[in-house]
């Protein structure tokens, strides 16, 4: 694991928690030497994450759309600021940049990039770690609704046990850094497979 993209808040949310746990992950990517790649805001919890990376001297690489770069919400003092034209490139750009992901709390955007990873891995797209970090409970409501989808046969189990979700941070570097794919089908029922060719 050379670098990691983290998908987070571009705000800090309800509770100081949630910044500290930023900060933490932060600091420990700049000490085991991983680049962080990021949505290359200032703002929430997207700028705590970069500015502890910054300060223990790692690299981190933002991408960032032309659009919100013009909101004023773009970080100057990131390593590499990459600026690109619709959220679309954001998300190809930051998952050629990137060895895994994580998500820490936020809002739509930070869950529409995690699954859209998740989803390209199912298809065969991408094969790098997804990780939900959570923090006090915060993706757990989340993680029921997976377990449910697995549940009413939308999801297959391997799939779902190819996603790593806790609050350890040491847990999950190390889940990552140790990853090998699920080997699973897309399609539950082979026999509605054949239907559709």
Same mark, same amino acid.
């Given at each position: 694991? %050379?670098?990691? #993209?983290?998908? #987070?808040?571009?705000?800090? *949310?309800? %509770?100081?928690?949630?910044?500290?746990?930023? %900060?933490?992950?932060?600091?420990?990517?700049?000490?085991?030497?991983?680049?962080?790649?990021?949505?290359?805001?200032?703002?929430?919890?997207?700028?705590?994450?970069? !500015?502890?990376?910054?300060?223990?001297?790692? &690299?981190?690489? *933002?991408?960032? +759309?032309?659009?919100?770069?013009?909101?004023?919400?773009?970080?100057?003092?990131?390593?590499?600021?990459?600026?690109?034209?619709?959220?679309?490139?954001?998300? =190809?750009?930051?998952?050629?940049?990137?060895?895994?992901?994580?998500?820490?709390?936020?809002?739509?955007?930070?869950?529409?990039? =995690?699954?859209?990873?998740?989803? /390209?891995?199912?298809?065969?797209?991408?094969?790098? +770690? #997804?990780?939900?970090?959570?923090?006090?409970?915060?993706?757990?409501?989340?993680?029921?609704?997976?377990?449910? =989808?697995? !549940?009413?046969?939308?999801?297959?189990?391997?799939? %779902?046990?190819?996603?790593?979700?806790?609050?350890?941070?040491?847990?999950?570097?190390? /889940? =990552?850094?140790?990853?090998?794919?699920?080997?699973?089908?897309?399609?539950? !029922? &082979?026999?509605?497979?054949?239907?559709?060719?």
């Amino acid at each position: 694991m %050379r670098s990691i #993209c983290v998908y #987070c808040g571009s705000n800090a *949310g309800a %509770r100081p928690v949630y910044a500290e746990r930023a %900060r933490a992950l932060g600091e420990r990517l700049a000490r085991d030497g991983m680049s962080l790649v990021y949505g290359g805001g200032n703002v929430g919890l997207m700028g705590v994450v970069a !500015d502890a990376v910054l300060a223990g001297g790692g &690299e981190v690489v *933002g991408v960032i +759309p032309e659009q919100l770069v013009n909101w004023e919400v773009a970080h100057r003092g990131v390593s590499r600021l990459e600026v690109v034209g619709s959220m679309h490139e954001r998300k =190809m750009r930051m998952f050629d940049l990137a060895d895994g992901f994580v998500a820490l709390p936020g809002g739509f955007g930070t869950l529409d990039e =995690m699954f859209e990873m998740l989803t /390209w891995r199912q298809l065969g797209i991408g094969d790098k +770690p #997804c990780a939900f970090l959570d923090v006090d409970g915060f993706f757990e409501p989340l993680i029921a609704m997976i377990d449910r =989808m697995v !549940d009413q046969r939308f999801l297959h189990p391997a799939q %779902r046990a190819d996603l790593w979700h806790g609050d350890d941070l040491e847990a999950m570097l190390s /889940w =990552m850094r140790a990853y090998a794919p699920a080997n699973a089908s897309k399609w539950l !029922d &082979e026999k509605h497979r054949k239907d559709l060719r």
